[in-house]
């Protein structure tokens, strides 16, 4: 299915570069949203579930894991509410919080460090994860750092399980508890006033609408399709809910709050905290850290992105691992989403990078 738009040849640029994509295995499906601060511009689902002959097609309700983009959507949301009110602050140090964080390597790390990927920390640990938080805790605690922090930035799911943590024990409530307030309370912020369906773990009821993925090989989960569970072995260990990975939601609900963000990075006063033109302002400047395009959850416009070449230098955004990715630009006024089932037997990263790069300049111009 596809909206009507203004302009009809990026769309139909989009749309059949999704279709060579999903002959060429790639993904089994997709949806995707492209708005402005006011709506939805155009919006596309392609292909079926799963690469099987039956498969149902994919469509608008389709549900996808949303990997990574859990970072900045509800991760980083929640810390900054945290910081709004006063529970956290980014300077604090990591040691104040954790207190098996020890060493004079790392004593100098902060809240700040963690979201910004400069921590120190590797991407992942070096062995099969614990069973529990509290190793979990430990592990990432007591580990080696990879290099000095703040002298460069390392994609991390560490540092995100850390924050993870840390906000659950500031604001008493888990991640999803937290996150789903805020998106309840910002009423003004969704275009109907209903919340945008955005749910760490999928209610049976609603499983039939989910792209299901694979579990990697060294997942002890393999050889069975995960439908509403997490990917990423990690998040599963914590039960489904984790810093870095764990949230699931449509194009449509993904695209709301892209729209939500975007009219505050564009000065909207209207918007609430913690997505208020100044704590949003905040949240997207570029880290200090030497080569670093990171911000605070965010991703910022490097020639390299995965929103590709034709973005201004103010967009920002994040990709995920299954195949998902958001991107948002104020100059331009445009939010672009890309949900996808890359790990339900799909390519590569690098297939889904080119793709992504693809997408987002066929599109630049609707």
């Known amino acids: 299915m596809s909206t009507n738009d203004l302009n009809p040849a990026p769309s139909r640029a989009a749309a059949a570069l999704l279709e060579q994509a999903i002959a060429a295995k790639t993904f089994p499906a997709a949806a995707a949203e492209v708005g402005d601060s006011a709506t939805v511009l155009w919006r596309e689902a392609r292909g079926t579930l799963t690469f099987d002959r039956d498969a149902p097609d994919a469509c608008a309700e389709t549900i996808f894991d ?103 024990a500031r604001g008493q409530a888990t991640l999803a508890a937290q996150f789903a307030g805020i998106v309840a309370r910002l009423a003004s912020a969704w275009p109907t006033g209903d919340p945008p369906a955005l749910m760490f773990g999928v209610p049976a009821a609603q499983q039939t609408l989910v792209a299901p993925t694979l579990p990697l090989d060294d997942d002890l989960r393999r050889g069975r399709r995960l439908v509403g569970e997490v990917h990423d072995n990690y998040a599963a260990a914590l039960g ?54 990171r911000a605070l959850g965010w991703d910022t416009m490097l020639p390299t992105s995965s929103c590709g070449t034709r973005l201004s230098s103010a967009a920002f955004g994040h990709a995920g691992f299954t195949g998902t990715s958001i991107w948002i630009d104020p100059k331009r006024d445009r939010y672009f989403v890309l949900l ?21 300049d066929a599109l630049s111009e609707l």
């Open 66 to 168: 949303l990997a990574s983009l859990t970072k900045p959507i509800a991760t980083t949301t929640v810390v900054l509410d945290l910081i709004d009110r006063g529970l956290l602050a980014l300077e604090d140090p990591v040691s104040s919080y954790f207190t098996e964080w020890i060493g004079r390597d790392r004593e100098s790390v902060t809240i700040q460090d963690l979201l910004e990927h400069a921590s120190g920390l590797p991407a992942r640990l070096l062995d099969r994860p614990p069973e529990v938080a509290r190793e979990f805790e430990h592990d990432i605690c007591a580990m080696p750092l990879e290099y000095a922090p703040r002298t460069r930035s390392l994609y991390s799911d560490l540092d995100f399980i850390l924050l993870g943590f840390l906000a659950t």
């Open 240 to 293: 489904g809910i984790a810093g870095h990975a764990g949230l699931f939601g449509t194009a449509g609900a993904v695209g709301a709050f892209a729209r939500a963000v975007l009219r505050s990075a564009r000065g909207d006063s209207a918007l609430p905290a913690p997505l208020s033109p100044e704590i949003v302002a905040r949240a997207i400047r570029r880290s200090t850290v030497p080569g670093s395009s």
């Open 340 to 360: 996808t089932n890359r790990v339900c037997g799909g390519g590569t990263s690098e297939e889904m990078q080119q793709v992504r790069r693809t997408f987002h």
